[in-house]
């Protein structure tokens, strides 16, 4: 199992288990499936929730099972096949199958008092939000270069706009992470730093993206425990923009746009796939081209967070234009993004966010 990251640990598993059930995977008739998690394990509390419908056996035993294994002629034949497109639902079973693992009574009730400590009832509506940066990578792989990944830090002060405004609406805001570089600040009693709080633990922080209203994420891997659960995902900040999860009819997001540094302008749709950027996935990459990558303003994300929870209230008002601005962004996002619209995308259900697309009409073309 790839458990050292919460992402692949939850929603790779999740959809190896319905590619089986679907059918889009094969495999021996006569055979018997042993999973192992090498250390180290993202989410201990979630390996034991697999255990549940998995058949899991100890590093100690496994680890060299598969080394031996791989010495032998034919070894794949005995490796289980991998997911299609590691986390990426790129056969749109999420909205189809129902979630594979379930919450026990016992669990429940720890989840409420866990609940209580943050001053939230079970009846309480609350959202949850985690924002990338490179403290915890530093922190659970210190060895390791990740600066290629530096394009998809965010800063949190942009986030406390919208998840006041959805305060405001009487939602609880839930900031989570395991490590953060900051500390969230708001004056909004509704908005909890979950992430420094004493609460946090590994179990809550599956209890809460599985029964949060909607979570917001960039693609940071916390967004897979709600999509495992059948949570629906508001993406903001999104990188990198070729892997823009589009699979579920419930998501909605906006990705980060892509900045000439000698003119200082922003590049359209069609600049984008010029310059070969729309499929970067490494800073350098972007920083040879000539390209930064703009975070959205805090304008963009409170109004993305806000048409989220119109949509699941049912109180999103679409306008006439609306329908053709969706369809030219997925086509052009299908044209520049080349080849990978067939490695990381099947049908295109999800939304792209409605009011950034009327307010950049000219970031279309």
């Known amino acids: 199992m790839r458990s050292d990251r919460i992402g692949h640990f939850a929603l790779e598993t999740e959809l190896w288990l319905l590619e ?20 180290p394990i993202a989410n201990r509390v979630l390996h034991k929730m697999w255990k549940q419908v998995l058949t899991i056996w100890p590093n100690w035993l496994m680890v060299s099972v598969f080394r031996i294994n791989n010495l032998i002629p034919g070894a794949f034949a005995h490796q289980i096949n991998k997911t299609t497109a590691t986390c990426l639902d790129v056969h749109n079973l999420l909205d189809v199958y129902p979630p594979r693992l379930k919450f026990t009574a016992t669990q429940i009730e720890q989840g409420h008092a866990g609940l209580a400590k943050l001053g939230m009832k079970p009846t309480d509506r609350f959202v949850c939000f985690i924002v990338r940066d490179s403290a915890y990578t530093k922190k659970a792989f210190p060895e390791k270069d990740m600066s290629y990944h530096d394009f998809r830090n965010c800063d949190v002060d942009d986030y406390v706009a919208g998840a006041e405004a959805l305060a405001d609406r009487g939602l609880f805001v839930l900031r989570m992470g395991s490590v953060v570089s900051k500390p969230l600040v708001s004056s909004n009693p509704r908005v909890i730093d979950y992430a420094n709080s004493k609460v946090r633990s590994e179990f809550m922080d599956l209890f809460l993206g599985a029964h949060c209203e909607f979570n917001v994420s960039d693609g940071l891997g916390f967004y897979a425990i709600p999509a495992m659960f059948r949570r629906p995902n508001a993406y903001v900040n999104y990188s990198p923009f070729f892997m823009y999860y589009s699979s579920r ?35 350098s990459q972007f920083t040879s081209a000539g390209v930064s990558v703009k975070s959205n303003t805090p304008s963009e994300i409170k109004d993305l967070m806000l048409e989220m929870l119109d949509r699941i209230e049912s109180k999103w008002l679409s306008r006439p234009e609306d329908d053709e601005l969706q369809r030219k962004f997925w ?6 993004i080349g080849p990978d619209r067939i490695n990381f995308h099947g049908e295109i259900w999800s939304k792209y966010g409605a009011q950034f697309l009327r307010d950049n009409q000219d970031w279309i073309l």
């Open 249 to 283: 009819a419930c998501d909605l997001g906006i990705a980060k746009t892509m900045i000439d540094t000698a003119t200082g302008k922003r590049l359209n749709l069609t600049e984008m796939g010029k310059r070969g950027v729309a499929r970067f996935g490494e800073t």
């Open 331 to 336: 086509e052009k996002y299908s044209e520049i």
């Open 20 to 39: 089986q059930e679907s059918g889009v995977a094969s495999r021996p008739k006569r055979s018997v499936d042993i999973w192992f998690a090498p250390e």
